[in-house]
């Protein structure tokens, strides 16, 4: 699990780059912050001051898909947003739980 807070805080060559860089310009400072997950984190516990769930009890507000992630939004109030980018590669209850959340 990767936090992000700026483009460069992911390395340029990783492949979620891309989408890091345009999802964290549309977070003001103070606002939120983006998460990668990596296949590792997919049975864990979120290590998040804001939330601490497993990935598949997250409660999303919303998401989208990008090519290879799942995009998906949880509002922890009215001014502050976490993201989460999570590869499509993920199974079970966590991806059924994204791709409900894409309906």
Same mark, same amino acid.
């Given at each position: 699990?990767?936090?992000?807070?700026? *483009?460069?805080?992911? *390395?340029?060559?990783? *492949?979620?780059?891309?989408?890091?860089?345009?999802? /964290?310009?549309r977070?003001?400072?103070?606002?939120? #912050? /983006?998460?990668?997950?990596?296949?590792?984190?997919?049975?864990?516990?979120?290590?998040l001051?804001?939330?601490? #769930?497993? @990935?598949?009890?997250? *409660?999303?507000?919303?998401?989208?898909? #990008?090519?290879? #992630?799942?995009?998906?939004?949880?509002?922890?109030?009215?001014?502050?947003?976490?993201?989460? @980018?999570?590869?499509?590669?993920?199974?079970?209850? /966590?991806r059924?739980? @994204?791709?409900?959340?894409?309906?």
């Open positions: 699990m990767r936090i992000l807070k700026k *483009p460069s805080d992911l *390395p340029r060559d990783h *492949p979620a780059q891309w989408i890091a860089a345009e999802i /964290l310009t977070i003001g400072p103070g606002e939120g #912050y /983006l998460v990668l997950i990596e296949p590792e984190d997919f049975d864990r516990d979120l290590r001051p804001e939330l601490r #769930y497993r @990935l598949d009890r997250v *409660p999303w507000e919303g998401g989208s898909r #990008y090519p290879g #992630y799942f995009h998906a939004i949880h509002l922890t109030n009215n001014e502050f947003g976490i993201s989460f @980018l999570v590869p499509d590669s993920v199974k079970g209850p /966590l059924q739980s @994204l791709e409900a959340c894409l309906e």
